[in-house]
């Protein structure tokens, strides 16, 4: 049996969101080589065990990309190369492109290529045909609801979905989404995200006179900031004194405008994305992280807001509910109801301190039995070990 094995975690971009990339960094320490394909965006110093096969987004780098392993093909993988040269002339729009892409993965040729965005599977069905094990993450808008409106995406998960050797999802209600396109029940398994240890730290100290709530997360409409914002509406109208701001809601006109005519411009604040500690600061000082979303997976930001000690109050959109117990380790309302949104921020505001002081405790002992990252990445290796010894 093969212990050790050479696992590419692909998501076309080097570096990847903060959660791959603590997939990486945690895979990184098991003993096992991981490889990392696609395009590099900006250069990271990865542990000795990743290996970086990426192009620069310059002609002359992809030229150079493309002509080095189409030579190394060539040489010594030759019969490959001509099967790879087939297939991707049959489904591919840009070519030169798909091989610069493709070529590095088949003269590497990893044990496990794990796909990190369902919307590229297609690209790469191709890896199952060098005896490479193919994994999909199943991950919010791209299972929810982006093959509702795309017919077309719907038809591509159709067909490929029953080839997938194993699915990553991150919550069960996902899992079940995929089932719909065609996903074996028996190859899709639950890893939740994984929060990395950190020292405990005091409750922050909250402003008394003013409640202030934070969200946090890109302006689109599943996000739910307008049913959020109609909330904060409904508070200023029965003299609520509060304050909400939304970090990465700057770049939408709709989000402004509402402000605007509800005459919200005192009490709420659009700002742009921030780094990552600055995010993890402004939450830790406020009295409540609201996720109003209308679909999710499970929201990263509330697995943060938990470690935080920040009270989260959450709609029960996707997998929310596999994290959240309403009044127990956080609150949940109904999606698409604003009424609800501010009867509970009422309701949270008046609960005494010790009640709330207890309710971040539970929320905390969630992250640390549920959402570290050992356990993730344990999982995920466990993962790729059972699909590379099936040899179903």
């Not at 946090?216 to 304050?243: E, M, S």
Request: net charge positive; hydrophobic share 40%.
């Amino acid at each position: 049996m093969k212990d050790q094995l050479k696992i590419a975690v692909y998501s076309g971009d080097i570096p990847s969101t903060t959660f791959i990339e603590r997939l990486i960094l945690g895979l990184s320490n098991t003993g096992n080589s991981i490889y990392l394909f696609g395009f590099i965006k900006k250069k990271v110093k990865y542990q000795d065990s990743v290996s970086v096969f990426g192009y620069r987004n310059t002609r002359l780098h992809k030229a150079l990309h493309y002509l080095k392993y189409s030579f190394l093909l060539f040489c010594f993988k030759h019969k490959e190369k001509r099967k790879l040269d087939a297939i991707l002339k049959k489904q591919s729009k840009n070519l030169l492109l798909t091989k610069v892409k493709c070529y590095p993965v088949l003269w590497h040729k990893p044990d496990v290529f794990h796909v990190q965005w369902a919307k590229g599977l297609a690209d790469w069905t191709w890896v199952q045909e060098f005896g490479m094990k193919l994994v999909l993450s199943l991950r919010g808008a791209h299972i929810n609801y982006s093959p509702i409106a795309d017919k077309k995406l719907a038809a591509m998960y159709s067909a490929y979905f029953p080839q997938v050797d194993g699915f990553h999802a991150v919550s069960n209600a996902i899992g079940l989404e995929a089932v719909k396109y065609g996903a074996f029940q028996e190859k899709i398994h639950v890893v939740y995200s994984g929060l990395p240890c950190i020292e405990e730290k005091k409750t922050a100290a909250k402003q008394k006179d003013v409640f202030q709530i934070i969200s946090v997360g890109r302006a689109h409409w599943k996000k739910g900031y307008t049913y959020a914002l109609d909330a904060c509406n409904i508070l200023k109208a029965q003299g609520f004194k509060f304050h909400y701001t939304i970090v990465g809601g700057t770049k939408d006109i709709e989000f402004a405008y509402q402000i605007h005519d509800l005459h919200l411009e005192k009490e709420v604040r659009l700002i742009d994305n921030l780094p990552y500690a600055k995010v993890q600061g402004l939450m830790q000082h406020a009295d409540l992280l609201l996720l109003p979303s209308v679909e999710e997976g499970i929201a990263n930001v509330v697995l943060e807001a938990m470690q935080n000690t920040t009270l989260v109050l959450t709609t029960n959109c996707g997998g929310m509910d596999e994290v959240i117990t309403d009044g127990v380790n956080g609150f949940m309302v109904p999606i698409r109801d604003s009424e609800a949104i501010a009867t509970k921020i009422l309701e949270i505001e008046a609960i005494p301190e010790t009640a709330k002081e207890e309710i971040r405790k539970k929320a905390l002992h969630t992250i640390k039995t549920k959402h570290r990252e050992d356990q993730m990445v344990d999982q995920m290796l466990a993962l790729y070990q059972s699909i590379y010894h099936d040899k179903a």
